[in-house]
């Protein structure tokens, strides 16, 4: 198993620039969601989805758009970049057991907007 | 408005020392306290989660303590290493319905072990 992947790891963009960023699991994980880590904040929930068809928004929605066609894949959509996006994008992927709630976090995404 | 307050910031210690991180929580739907251990330029990978019927949980040389009443629980690593040296992140969740993956995490404690 290939776990969570992400592409790209490191993306430069310009403001206003629209992007997207990939992410798939291998692990037929229901729950994927994308978290934005900054320094000293902790990682925040952006998006989130329990199933294909079904997505949400989290602490952070701002500025992103999701979609849940398949189980395995989770893309988070820049739809017009701001320099208050630059940050490290963490997708991430769990199921529920019975009695823990793993989240596996793929490498992330390096995004710098200038 | 930060959900889960994690400190200290950062923390050095001698290896063979017993560093503690601590973190509290507001929301007493929250039934799920994962810790996070994160390298640089990795994604964080789960350490060791508690959910509040216990006070305690071990699992190597990680321990976790829980404090229902007070909504504070902390990690404890015994006998720390220099491989331990990461980011450590705290964090809560509701196990119930959908909830189940919706983390909110601590703003995280950057741990350095010396040799």
């Known amino acids: 198993n290939a776990g969570v992947t992400q592409t790209p790891k490191f993306q430069v963009l310009k403001t206003g620039q629209s992007m997207t960023l990939q992410c798939a699991q291998d692990?037929?994980?229901?729950?994927m969601s994308w978290y934005r880590q900054d320094p000293g904040m902790g990682l925040r929930l952006i998006h989130y989805?329990?199933?294909?068809?079904?997505?949400d928004q989290g602490e952070v929605p701002n500025g992103y758009n999701v979609s849940r066609s398949t189980t395995e894949d989770f893309p988070l959509r820049l739809l017009s970049a701001a320099p208050s996006q630059t940050s490290v994008y963490f997708c991430?992927?769990?199921?529920?057991?019975?009695?823990?709630?793993?989240?596996?976090f793929g490498p992330g995404t390096r995004l710098t907007v200038t | 408005q930060q959900q889960v307050k994690q400190s200290p910031q950062s923390l050095i210690v001698q290896k063979g020392g017993i560093p503690i991180i601590n973190c509290a929580y507001e929301?007493?739907?929250?039934?799920?306290f994962p810790w996070y251990q994160q390298f640089p330029g990795k994604g964080p990978a789960l350490l060791i989660a508690?959910?509040?019927?216990?006070s305690e949980k071990k699992e190597g040389r990680f321990t976790i303590s829980f404090n229902k009443s007070a909504k504070q629980f902390s990690l404890h690593i015994m006998d720390s290493q220099p491989g331990d040296s990461a980011t450590y992140f705290c964090?809560?969740?509701?196990?119930?319905?959908?909830?189940?993956?919706?983390?909110?995490f601590g703003q995280g404690t950057i741990l350095t072990v010396h040799p």
């Open positions: 991430a992927s769990s199921s529920r057991g019975p009695t823990s709630y793993e989240q596996y």
């Open positions: 692990m037929n994980h229901e729950y």
């Open positions: 989805s329990v199933g294909a068809g079904i997505t």
């Open positions: 929301n007493t739907a929250f039934d799920y």
């Open positions: 508690i959910r509040p019927d216990v």
């Open positions: 964090a809560a969740s509701r196990s119930r319905g959908t909830s189940y993956g919706k983390l909110t």
